[in-house]
């Protein structure tokens, strides 16, 4: 039973534009929720979280939206770069647990 | 500032061998450690998480084994390896009873043959 889901496997942006990629959950007992971006052949990068207690979070030109009723989160990249291009995880906790519970991921291609 | 090593960056070993991945970590005590499998066009995948020296939750059973026989290292082992091993092995660690952002290696490729 995937309990995070990323249903999009890829996405292709224009630079300069937003990208947003999407991540629905089924456990409501997720308090904190995380996004990872990876680049090929290296770890996965902590960009940034939120808890379960706010439904924004932002920091630069990344913001996390929470949408609990909907168990839906975002992440929104704004303006997208080259250098973004990247699979994006997102990653939940549910509390008590030393776990962390992934998506398979979205590619996000930016184009110059 | 904290750093996690792993060792080694690439292998290429062939069914039936052996296997030990090493994973340090540099900066913090007592952290809690995780090893995961990234196969080809897959999600990360959790095999062990280790709270504590000689504490270890295996997630899913399979062909390996992990230990922690210092604070802060972790082994990730193998006594016979299948092909399907093959994948990226990647060691994180968070701090422990925190909000469990988790840090990431650089991985190792395994790849079996």
């Known amino acids: 039973d995937q309990q995070v889901k990323q249903n999009s496997p890829s996405l292709s942006v224009q630079e300069g534009r937003i990208s947003i990629l999407n991540c629905d959950y089924t456990n409501s007992m997720f308090d904190y929720f995380l996004w990872y971006k990876k680049y090929p052949a290296e770890g996965p990068t902590f960009l940034i979280s939120i808890s379960s207690i706010k439904d924004k979070n932002e920091d630069g030109r990344f913001t996390v939206f929470l949408n609990k009723s909907a168990k839906h989160l975002s992440l929104h990249i704004v303006p997208s770069q080259p250098g973004d291009s990247a699979v994006y995880f997102c990653?939940?906790?549910?509390?008590?647990?030393?776990?962390?519970?992934f998506g398979k991921g979205t590619k996000l291609t930016v184009n110059p | 500032s904290q750093t996690i090593h792993q060792w080694p960056a690439t292998l290429v070993q062939p069914v039936g061998s052996p296997l030990s991945l090493e994973c340090t970590v540099e900066g913090t005590s007592n952290p809690n450690l995780y090893w995961y499998r990234q196969a080809a066009g897959r999600g990360l995948q959790l095999l062990f998480y280790?709270?504590?020296?000689?504490?270890i939750s295996s997630e899913v059973p399979q062909n390996l084994s992990a230990s922690r026989p210092q604070d802060r290292q972790f082994i990730l082992s193998s006594k016979k390896l299948l092909l399907s091993d093959s994948g990226f092995y990647l060691c994180a660690w968070s701090v422990r009873g925190g909000l469990d952002t988790q840090y990431f290696g650089p991985g190792t490729r395994l790849t079996v043959l």
């Open positions: 990653a939940a906790r549910q509390g008590g647990s030393e776990k962390l519970v």
């Open positions: 280790s709270v504590g020296i000689g504490q």
